[in-house]
């Protein structure tokens, strides 16, 4: 009786035993199928876990549940990308966002551009009308007369301050490639003999002008000048008060509006807008400082 529940005792922990072997070696099974077989993995490690799988089954220890050898055929008929490249969706897509960022910056640096030519455009047009204004006002301070505009015939205008004569065509762009001192002129200053008054520069009796200076650069157009005496209340004129008004304008004929009037504006509808200025100065000042 001893010796039968003996062996039934050993039956009974070599069963138990290979049970829990069994279950031991399905668990980890199970964590090593878990972390070795992924659903991004390429088809080579799949094949690669199959055959380290059918050596486990042929080997003497014990086998794996078979529930756990019925692995999922879409998982390893899935078709795989390589994490190496790029679909033409995605390269697509890239391309559009980089070709609009780049527009969008472009379009910036044009703007900017634009931005800093007009800029320096009106700073040149200030400078240039400032240089005007200031020459015509040292003259009128030591001038012993001054003689308001004249009609020289020819359809340019003069005046005279003191010994300085000023002859000017109004609304005419300066070209300095194609500059003479007869009619393709903007603002020319000369300095008289010294008897011959405020003589007309052109016509019958004209005193011809004398090294005449060219006031004006490249591109611009004086399209006013008034140099007249200062009203009191009454309207009577100020005794050696002088009022002077100008404006000059920067640009061609198709970036100006009204670029034949005495206020011409800059087209702002064009792309060509950076390249035009106007710039209106006027002072009042004692003649005979």
Known sequence: MASCF????????????????????????????????????GIRRIYNTLNEYRKLQRS?????????????????????????????VELTIATAIFSTVLLVGLASFLGIGKTFYKGV???????????????????????????????TGTGAAFLCIGNARYTYNLFREVNLDAHDNISKFGLLRDILPGSSGCANPFGAGAVALSKPT?????????????????????????????????????????????????????????????????????????RGL
């Open 6 to 41: 003996q062996n039934w005792m050993l039956g009974a922990s070599a069963t138990h035993l290979s049970k829990v072997q069994h279950q031991s070696l399905g668990r980890r099974f199970q964590v090593w199928m878990k972390h070795k077989v992924q659903p991004r993995n």
């Open 60 to 88: 003497d220890s014990p086998k794996p549940p078979t529930a756990l050898m019925a692995m999922p055929l879409n998982r390893l008929a899935r078709p795989v990308r390589s994490g190496g490249g790029f679909t033409i």
């Open 121 to 151: 455009t009106l700073t040149q047009t200030q400078s240039a009308a400032q240089a005007v204004l200031d020459q015509l006002s040292s003259d009128v301070q030591f001038a012993a007369t001054v003689v308001p505009s004249q009609a």
């Open 214 to 286: 060219e006031l004006l650069g490249n591109k611009l157009r004086l399209s006013k000048l008034d140099v007249t005496p200062a009203k009191n209340s009454a309207g009577g004129d100020i005794l050696d008060l002088w009022n002077i008004s100008l404006t000059l304008a920067y640009g061609d004929d198709s970036s100006l509006s009204g670029g034949d009037t005495a206020n011409p504006v800059c087209d702002a509808n064009l792309s060509s807008t950076q390249f035009c200025s106007v710039v209106n100065l006027s002072t009042s000042l004692n």
